[in-house]
T-cell receptor, first 117, second 110 residues
Framework: GAVVSQHPSWVICKSGTSVKIECRSL??????MFWYRQFPKQSLMLMAT?????????EQGVEKDKFLINHASLTLSTLTVTSAHPEDSSFYIC?????????????FGPGTRLTVL | GIQVEQSPPDLILQEGANSTLRCNFS?????LQWFHQNPWGQLINLFY???GTKQNGRLSATTVATERYSLLYISSSQTTDSGVYFC????????????FGKGTTLSVSS
């Protein structure tokens, strides 16, 4: 149980294009999902908190107009990287907590590796 | 915000050796998790352990919340244990995002 999926697992795009990444909780509902970014050989850094039915909360330094987050249902959150540039190349990981767990244990998706040429 | 420090940053072991990874945190937490990140980037939940002791096979973890640290023990290490181990914490109420330490990179050779 408690499986989180991400799609796509990797993507290569040209500079200036937009890329959408999906995060799904497959066997549980999550009112809150989180998006992290990880650069090579570094730790995970929180980008934003995604709440079902409301606007996302972004961490300081994360451009909300560049990283669009939509949490349309209790099992799906999407992250769109708009007008991507090479510096946006990174490993993007989402996580979710089952509603039934009271928001404690978080489960992570397998990540999406974005390369912007 | 809360600070998370992990030590050592790197650890090299021979197969069969035991090891202890440490995580110090700067404030009270209501969530502490240990993860293993495999070479493909997947984070594997090892323990949810805001306090107390848990064991799962060759792995065990102890969190002393009053002293703000947690330990992850790996016994009889195997090459498949290689990877990065992260400690992550959350303070305040449930549903708060996890703050990650910088990780310990473990290399186990045969």
């Amino acid at each position: 149980g408690a499986v989180v999926s991400q799609h796509p697992s990797w993507v290569i795009c040209k500079s200036g294009t937009s890329v959408k990444i999906e995060c799904r909780s497959l066997d549980f509902q999550a009112t809150t999902m989180f998006w992290y970014r990880q650069f090579p050989k570094q730790s995970l850094m929180l980008m934003a908190t995604s709440n079902e039915g409301s606007k996302a909360t972004y961490e300081q330094g994360v451009e909300k107009d560049k990283f669009l987050i939509n949490h349309a249902s209790l099992t799906l959150s999407t992250l769109t990287v708009t007008s991507a540039h090479p510096e946006d190349s990174s490993f993007y990981i989402c996580s979710a907590s089952p509603v039934t767990s009271g928001g404690d244990t978080q489960y992570f998706g397998p990540g999406t590796r974005l390369t912007v040429l | 915000g809360i600070q998370v420090e992990q030590s050592p940053p790197d650890l090299i072991l021979q197969e069969g050796a035991n090891s202890t990874l440490r995580c110090n945190f700067s404030d009270s937490v209501n969530n502490l998790q240990w993860f293993h990140q495999n070479p493909w980037g997947q984070l594997i939940n090892l323990f949810y352990i805001p306090s107390g002791t848990k064991q799962n096979g060759r792995l065990s973890a102890t969190t002393v919340a009053t002293e703000r640290y947690s330990l992850l023990y790996i016994s009889s290490s195997q090459t498949t244990d290689s990877g990065v181990y992260f400690c992550a914490v959350a303070a305040n109420q449930a549903g708060t995002a996890l703050i990650f330490g910088k990780g310990t990179t473990l290399s186990v050779s045969s």
